[in-house]
């Protein structure tokens, strides 16, 4: 964490290392410098590497504290830190004052007891959902930030904000709703659904996130594509064109899921490399951005990035299943959903869940899935990560010693 | 130059010494800090500058929604009044007679609940307020984002 610290110093604001230097050792009681507070966003990915189910002793805590193991209370003397976590990756921690606050002096001792946060040093804070006054005042914003967008153009604002919500229940989603990116997708692709009212034949289903991301996710290449003149003249052409559309709204997928396969370190060995189109990519503006500060194209919010992970892995796991249930031994090494724990880090409960909505929409059989059990079921027995897949594990290549003492 | 950096090299020219004292052995190795400082100044200048003037989460700020929170006791778990985030971020953690001894704040939230979005206000908003050295009293902090994922 030190080291992000300086890095942005260095990178964000030029400073050379003798100025963090000299920041870092200042006098306390300093008051020509100014107080810093450090807003480290997305500490997840740091959890990944805590066994939180283990963090019981007073080692455990102290081993993995935030505040001693970065130093911050020798070199930040001065600063506060905000931190953001989501919320299920710190569910199972019992302890959150000692995994982030620093720790009371007087416990480095050798007794066996859990050591204390120093008195009065952390603060815990939950966003929470939106309540429905919440969800009303940010569609009334919505509705004025894209008049008429997807909505009839005639209709005044209240009355979009009234049919956006009959159709947040219509379809069961007020739940998802209370969650601003979700609802700013909801807000996106639910103009385009059907209401009971407007077709008396529709029946109320509920929809799940990955419908409402795949449907907003088309939405916006399809816009795109409009934009592109070439294909704006296909639309309005024959069949063959309308085919060529498709081909390369799949096109654009893939590629989508090759970067968000390559930026969650996933490896696929058998895929065919492909030419990043990064001009073509960057034009998808709400999916993903250029990010300065990596060089390089990313999603602009982690849950894109997670919904094509789990699109490849619906995808390889039909692959499978469907062509190679009597070719036993063909099962690849490194299947994607073998090559990292889904209960353990920062992404797993999102692609877990995404993986979850595509067995309920029947996107992957439970059949399927039975079938991937089994074929992985088969084999050498020495080989401990086939082992671990007969037991209906998911495996991470890359946490072997550790994950095979544990289990 | 902007004005803001003028103020701040001007500043520590002019009043650094008499607001460190000492004697003038001491004075010389002060107006050599000095130099720093305001070099050091001129940086935090421009980067609350850009930090301003960065437009790229305009969208996602005009359906800004401000956020709300329960206040959480870490060990009963026992959740208590419904604040403003911001506020009660400014007003507990960050405030004028805050507890010096508060450290870390952890701000938790489901997948897309706006923790980044609301990150990135709270830094406009630390830094839209923070004048520069003239003015500069506990109560001014200078927030630095640093994206971690």
């Not at chain 1, 956006?164 to 601003?180: S, T």
């Not at chain 1, 659904?193 to 008396?200: I, M, N, Q, R, V």
């Not at chain 1, 509920?206 to 419908?211: D, E, H, T, Y």
Request: proline share 3%; hydrophobic share 35%.
């Amino acid at each position: 964490m030190a080291e992000a610290i300086a890095e942005t110093l260095e990178r964000e604001l030029s400073m050379t290392k003798e100025e963090i230097k000299m920041l870092n050792n200042r006098d306390p009681n300093e008051r020509l410098l100014p107080q810093f507070v450090f807003i480290l966003d997305g500490y997840d990915e740091h959890l990944q590497d805590i066994r939180i189910e283990l963090l019981n002793d007073k080692t455990d805590y102290m081993k993995n504290n935030f505040y001693a193991i970065n130093k911050l209370g020798e070199h930040w003397i001065n600063a506060k830190f905000i931190v953001t976590c989501r919320e299920e990756n710190l569910c199972y921690v019992k302890r959150k004052d000692l995994l982030f606050a620093p720790l009371d002096e007087k416990f480095e001792d050798d007794s066996n007891e859990l050591p204390t946060a120093a008195s009065r040093s952390f603060l815990q804070r939950r966003i929470e959902p939106f309540s429905d006054e919440q969800i009303d005042c940010y569609l009334k914003k919505y509705s004025f930030v894209n008049p008429g967008a997807n909505l009839n153009p005639e209709m005044k604002s209240w009355s979009c904000i009234e049919r956006l919500n009959k159709m947040i229940d219509f379809y069961q989603v007020r739940e998802y709703a209370r969650v601003p990116l979700l609802l700013w997708i909801i807000a996106n692709v639910l103009p385009g659904l059907p209401l009971e009212k407007d077709k008396g034949t529709v029946q109320s289903t509920a929809l799940n996130k990955r419908f409402f991301i795949e449907a907003f996710i088309n939405q916006m290449i399809k816009a795109v594509l409009k934009q592109n003149s070439a294909l704006n003249e296909a639309t309005t052409h024959d069949e063959t064109q309308a085919g060529e559309e498709e081909q390369i709204l799949r096109k654009i997928k893939d590629q989508l899921q090759h970067l968000a396969l390559r930026l969650s370190n996933y490896v696929r060995s058998n895929s065919v490399t492909q030419t990043q189109d990064k001009k073509m990519l960057l034009g998808l503006d709400p999916l993903v951005c250029w990010d300065e500060n990596f060089s390089e194209i990313r999603f602009r919010h982690l849950l894109f990035q997670e919904f094509f992970v789990a699109r490849s892995m619906t995808e390889e796991i039909n692959e499978l299943t469907n062509s190679n249930l009597d070719e036993k031994s063909n099962l690849p090494e490194d299947l994607l959903l073998n090559q990292k724990l889904l209960n353990h880090g920062a992404s797993s409960y999102s692609i877990a869940c995404f993986l979850r909505d595509a067995v309920r929409d029947g996107k992957i059989k439970a059949h399927q899935l039975l079938s991937l059990i089994q074929l992985s079921k088969q084999t050498d027995r020495s080989n401990t990560s086939r082992k671990n897949r007969g037991k209906g594990r998911v495996y991470d290549k890359s946490r072997r010693a550790r994950s095979t003492s544990n289990r | 130059m902007n004005k803001l950096e003028e103020i701040c090299s001007r500043f520590y020219v002019k009043h650094a010494s008499s607001l460190r004292g000492g004697g003038e052995e001491k004075e010389n190795t002060q107006n050599s800090e000095n130099l720093d400082y305001s070099g050091l100044y001129s940086k935090f200048c421009k980067y609350k500058d850009k930090v301003l003037r960065d437009t790229s989460l305009e969208n996602e700020f005009n359906l800004y929604v401000e956020p709300l929170v329960h206040s959480h006791h870490s060990l009963t778990k026992s959740k208590h009044e419904v604040f403003e985030l911001d506020f009660d971020i400014r007003t507990k953690f960050l405030g004028p007679h805050d507890d010096v001894e508060l450290k870390v704040l952890l701000l938790t939230g489901a997948v897309g609940i706006g923790k980044s979005l609301f990150c990135r206000r709270l830094q406009r908003e630390i830094l839209f307020g923070w004048e520069g050295p003239p003015y500069m009293n506990e109560g001014q902090w200078f927030a630095i984002y640093i994206p971690l994922s």
